[in-house]
């Protein structure tokens, strides 16, 4: 039979706005697992929350007694209040204002010994305090549900984790990118965004401190590509350190940096026969920007200052790169710190096709605006940069190769570089090496990053034509290319990439992929027939569709309902993609369609 007491005490000296619940299961005299749960608001929250979980255990039909207190959080090194041994409490400890220790104490079950494991102590503030007391909440929560024992009603939540002390830490001291850090500790919230800690990974998988495991469906921000711990890359990086970790390339040059530059430029074909490094994708952005405006200067044409970009455009968000991005929740905020001298051209977006047209011929109509900006005002521009066949950031959005022909013509006619950013579609992504292949075409400027290191070390290059590399050759400094950052040309990031072009020409990649990609059309399937799908696509390793949904969490939802069956998927707005490293099989392939099913229904119910 099942005993339960309602709310026992209630700590009435409270004069902060900080409660706690304490539960304390108990099975006859034994004190079995107690645990603190919660930092509310104020005492009125912490009732509140008290009474719903006094009615979820009743509900539950826990076959323990439970005792639920509620009592104040800010308390210095306060133990009191839990009977028995084996008490387990989080500490707020604040000493002075701004500064605040947070404490772990346990007492053993066994001897009733305690141990007290201080496991941060700083000048943390006290809303960094509440964080890591929400996540030490997290991991109490999981407590007592495992406890109640799995029933089909109401299956137990994972055992308590390794993963909570590694979240804790992170949420007190890591800034993590694109995110809005308030959403990792709000859980419970349609907003919620789970921090993954991740203790390593292996193939296509991540797997967590707790071994649960994630399919990385989308290559770790579409940077693998070979698997994460790859031993030909592994191996080529451990011989690399016994040489050279790291050398200035300015003045210096290396084997790793000499062999890529010229691997790279023969896959051009040898159109692009000069290579300039940076480390992230944006910074090459920054460089293809600049190369191509002191291009246009040292070439008598200084007039030519103005950059043409795509709607839906993403090239990073450094300042520089943000002039050409045109995703206002990346660049409105800056906008005033960017380049004015943009234009922001119609996107080729082949879902723009209507009724009875081709996506060739909603190409040809977006390159018919980019023909009458020329017209108008080619003497003025510099460059044209697209994403060739992908914009990924715009939410996949897929493009035929017919833009990027009548782009390259319409930049020849009025002078203009072709600036192709396959930072994300390059390296095989869209089924060739270089996206742009599919066009015929060659670029003036291409901008390679994430893959291009297998997903290992930060590595971006510019790849330009001979032609702009000459127009910089002078004795005057001042005409020289002045970009530097100091880690351009790391060689080790240079061995990583060799290993990767490597695997490229030793495995034939491409071909192998040219199965999978059927296999993930074969996948995506099943998907497109579901009543809210809409534009399935792909293009080579890359799938994805829109949802047809109006509900502004819909990105969340799926987010976490796909963790919970394993995968790692992180839709863009309402459109859900596959980005999966080369190395999934058809297993791993089918487990991507399921999991992405199940987050499908559990996200649109
Ligand atoms: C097309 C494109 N360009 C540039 C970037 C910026 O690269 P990074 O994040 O390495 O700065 C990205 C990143 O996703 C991208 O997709």
Redesign the pocket.
Known sequence: MSQHRNITRVDDDLKGTHAWIVTVQRQGNKVIRPFSDGTYGGKKEALAAAIAHRDSLLASHSPFEHQIWVRSRLRRNNTSGVPGVGRYEVFINRKAKHRTAIWLAMWDDEQGRRRTRKFSVSLYGERQAKELAIAERERQLHRVCALKGADSANPAPPAPSANADWLARSQVTVWHPCTQMRHHAQTGSPEHLPLLPIARGQGAWLVDFDDRRYLDGISS??TNLFGHANPRINAALRAQLKSLEHVMLAGCTHQPVIELSERLAALTGGALGHAFYAS????A?EIALKMSFHYWRNAGHPEKAEFLCLAGA????TVG?LAVTDVAIFRDAYAPLTYAATHVLPSPDARLAEAGETPADAARRAAGALEQHLQEHGERTAALIV?PLVQ??AGMVMHDPEYLRLARALCDRHEVHLIC?E??VGCGRTGTFFAHEQAGIRPDLL?L??GISGGYLPL?VVLCRDAIFDAFLDDSTARAFLHSHSYTGNPLACRAALATLDIFADDDVLTANRLRAQQIAAALQPLAAHPQVRHPRQRGMIAAFDVATDDPHFSRRFYRAALDNEALLRPIGNTVYWMPPYVVDAGEIAHLGAATARALEIALA
């Open positions: 921000w579409w992230d994708g944006a910074s952005i993403y090239h990073g968000e790169a994403e990924g950031a950013d930072i994300a901008c990053s994430k971006s």
